[in-house]
């Protein structure tokens, strides 16, 4: 747009202050429209044709706070500029919270006229370009550019290609701040529907109270406060696409609704009873697994098969470390053309701290440290710019804690873990743990009734240093667990820790017979 064409729209029910406001702007080169009221004005607006308004604050029937809110319905990106004779500090502050671009006071000095309305034009121009150059971005930028070079963001793009000139619904699951809604837009991008809206809804964020009518819209007077009829998201996205972030937080009173809807292709405004036809394509997506959910009945079995035509589930970063420099850099890049600076890289420890870490928000929190270390960093990033704590986990050997495997040099050598929570093979009933059996073996008698925690065997009086060994015991045992505990199963792991923290310290082993615990001889981890 060239602000020399710039169309102005006037709108006042004095004609006499709407054509003097018009002859003021035509001497600049702008277009003026005038309008006697706000009705007047939304049919212009309709047609597309303003740049910016100039509205007067206080008109019979439709008032100028009334008509921006209705323009900023049809055009959000059109400035609003309002004039009153009244000049109030409330009713300026009243006015930029609504989303005016300025306000002007009558009387009204033409030169200050002039300087808000063409800040106003500039202000659209920049933002129809930037605009039109996301737009751009967003058509030529291939999928391999956005999600990385991995095997795993293959797949992801495979399946985005597949399911995106369907009609089909979507269910997206993966962990938050893995891109989901970058596949939900990569998707529509790539649909039929790409040149109608996409609309992204949170359904965490919005109460109970007012999903319904965020969703599918009101009429006037529906409820208090509904001073005007709203579309609603379903009808914002007509022939687009409506993306249900997060919508395992949907409250379950409310699936139902959204099921009929999405089974009918009909729906009713709230304080309505007209049945609207809506042509929307629905992608929701979960960090949660909507199965279990569905096992649980926090969430319905039937509209989950109604939006499950289709799955996609989207990779950590954790489990694509192919992607994490590839992304660190165009997130570089990026922020390097928006803060106008050149910072040339990441230094060798930075990369490799990036590469070792687990990123538990995955690309989200990627781009956000990459952003504030661009932010802060001179040249080139440092480990000190990310500020990524090091993963102090103490390394074991590959092959340390196999299935079935023993721990060794703890009291418990000869056994693993499972054998010291369940004792030999082939005991029955309340079979006992290793060390009440090595007592039996090393004693020559029974273990007492009661276990570890019978009186007579604690009256034996264990030695302190003993229980110091155990304990060491323990510390070296407890460190060969973790490749164990995936064999094993949760169950059996938490009940061997029971064991333990019962007979903390009564390891009944002579200090002679129970060795100085082996460290690991793995590979230290970088």
């Not at 022939?239 to 409310?254: K, Q, R, V, Y």
């Not at 949660?288 to 996609?312: H, M």
């Not at 090091?390 to 056994?415: F, H, K, Y």
Request: glycine share 10%.
């Amino acid at each position: 747009m060239n602000t020399s064409r710039g169309r102005i729209l006037i709108v006042d029910d004095e004609e006499e202050i709407a054509q003097a406001l018009g002859r003021v702007v035509s001497r600049e080169g702008l277009t003026p429209l005038l309008a006697k009221s706000g009705a007047e004005a939304l049919q212009l607006v309709r047609a597309g044709d303003p740049d910016v308004l100039l509205v007067d604050f206080r008109m019979p029937e439709m008032d100028g706070m009334e008509l921006m809110r209705k323009v900023r319905d049809l055009d959000p990106e059109l400035p609003v500029i309002l004039i009153s004779g009244y000049a109030e500090v409330r009713g300026a502050v009243e006015a930029i919270r609504a989303g005016a671009h300025d306000y002007l006071a009558k009387p009204f000095d033409h030169h200050e006229v002039l300087r808000v309305v063409f800040r106003a034009l500039n202000e659209r121009r920049l933002k129809l370009e930037l605009k039109s150059l996301a737009s751009h971005v967003r058509h030529s930028v291939p999928l391999r550019e956005t999600f990385g070079p991995s095997e795993a963001a293959g797949k992801l793009i495979s399946a985005i290609e597949q399911v995106a000139g369907s009609s089909f619904s979507v269910v997206i699951v993966g962990e938050t701040g893995s891109g989901k809604e970058i596949v939900a837009r990569a998707i529509h991008e790539a649909s039929p529907r790409s040149k109608n809206p996409f609309i992204a809804v949170d359904c965490g964020a919005i109460p109970e109270a007012l999903l319904e009518s965020q969703l599918f819209g009101h009429d006037r007077g529906a409820f208090t406060g509904a001073d005007r009829q709203t579309a609603g998201e379903f009808g914002a996205a007509e022939g687009g696409t409506l993306f249900l972030d997060e919508i395992s937080n949907m409250p379950l009173a409310f699936q139902a609704k959204l099921l009929r809807v999405l089974q009918e292709r009909v729906l009713h405004r709230v304080g309505s009873t007209k049945s609207i036809n809506v042509d929307v394509r629905v992608l929701a997506a979960s960090n949660r697994n909507l199965e279990e959910l569905c096992e649980t009945g926090s969430f319905r079995r039937d509209l989950y098969f109604r939006l499950n035509e289709y799955t996609i589930s989207v990779p950590p970063l954790r489990k694509r470390r192919q992607d994490i420099l590839f992304l660190a850099k165009r997130f570089l890049d990026i922020t390097n053309l928006e803060l106008g600076k050149s910072i040339r890289g990441l230094s060798p420890s930075t990369t490799e701290a990036i590469l070792n870490y687990d990123w538990p928000g995955n690309v989200r929190q990627l781009r956000s440290v990459v952003r504030r270390a661009v932010l802060v960093g001179e040249d080139i990033i440092t480990e000190e710019h990310i500020g990524l704590k090091r993963m102090t986990r103490e390394p074991w050997a590959e092959n340390e804690l196999a299935a079935g495997s023993p721990a060794p040099g703890g009291c418990w050598d000869g056994l693993p873990l499972r054998g010291a929570q369940y004792g030999p093979p082939g005991a029955a009933g309340d079979r006992p743990c290793a060390a009440e059996n090595r007592r039996k073996q090393s004693q020559g008698g029974a273990p007492p009734p009661g276990g570890l925690q019978d009186p007579s065997f604690q009256s034996e009086g264990v030695r302190s240093r003993d229980r110091g060994r155990t304990t060491t015991c323990l510390r070296d045992t407890m460190r060969r667990v973790p490749k164990a505990a995936s064999n094993w199963g949760l169950a059996g792991f938490s009940r061997a820790l029971g064991i333990w923290s019962r007979n903390w310290g009564t390891c009944p082993r002579p200090a002679s017979n129970c060795p100085e615990p082996v460290r690991s001889t793995g590979r230290a981890r970088r």
